[in-house]
């Protein structure tokens, strides 16, 4: 029998290392597919959060577009009697009565909206799911200039019912002239 030497032993692999490369391959694998999982999942997550912004975005847009309306309605010399308001109306009025919760959904007193080239429906691309509305409150005389006040309510929808924006604004109408001619 011939003894063995060391370099017999260099050629033929053990038991145990044979073992550990596949131990090391499995957790590898495994630690891989976690990685990969982990940013599919955060994927889906920027995706949504960026759905939610587009859709806050354009609730904003549609609640600025019925203030801006509003404000607007009222520097045309529009100013009218206020009138004690109750329900939705489609023409603009201005109420005597304080807008009893504004940031109680959806309102059940205003002046119902829409601007031009805006779709309203229950679902679909680039609809939105209600119209805007506003609300205009006289408050009185500026002691200032003696201008008129007002307070403007308004709310504006997005693409699904829990995108909502509702804004305040207060306005003066006023009544003075400067003379900048000289």
């Not at 007002?150 to 003379?179: C, K, P, W």
Request: hydrophobic content about 40%; overall charge positive.
């Amino acid at each position: 029998m011939t003894p063995l030497t060391p370099d017999a032993y260099s050629h033929k692999p053990s038991a145990l290392a044979r073992g550990f490369a596949l131990v090391a391959s499995l957790l590898f694998l495994v630690l891989i597919t976690i990685i990969g999982i982990s940013m599919f999942r955060s994927y889906g997550l920027q995706g949504r959060m960026s759905g939610n912004f587009r859709e806050k975005s354009r609730a904003f847009e549609s609640a600025q577009a019925a203030l801006r309306y509003a404000e607007w309605w009222l520097s045309q010399g529009n100013v009218t009697t206020a009138v004690n308001c109750s329900s939705i109306v489609s023409t603009p009025v201005v109420c005597s009565n304080a807008h009893s919760s504004p940031t109680t959904l959806p309102w059940t007193v205003g002046v119902n909206y829409t601007p031009s080239g805006m779709t309203i429906a229950s679902s679909g691309i680039n609809t939105y799911t209600r119209n805007p509305m506003f609300y205009i409150q006289y408050l009185g005389v500026n002691a200032i200039n003696s201008g008129l006040v007002y307070q403007i309510n308004a709310v504006g929808y997005g693409g699904n019912q829990a995108a909502v924006v509702v804004l305040q604004s207060t306005f003066i109408v006023s009544s003075t002239f400067n003379n900048l001619g000289k």
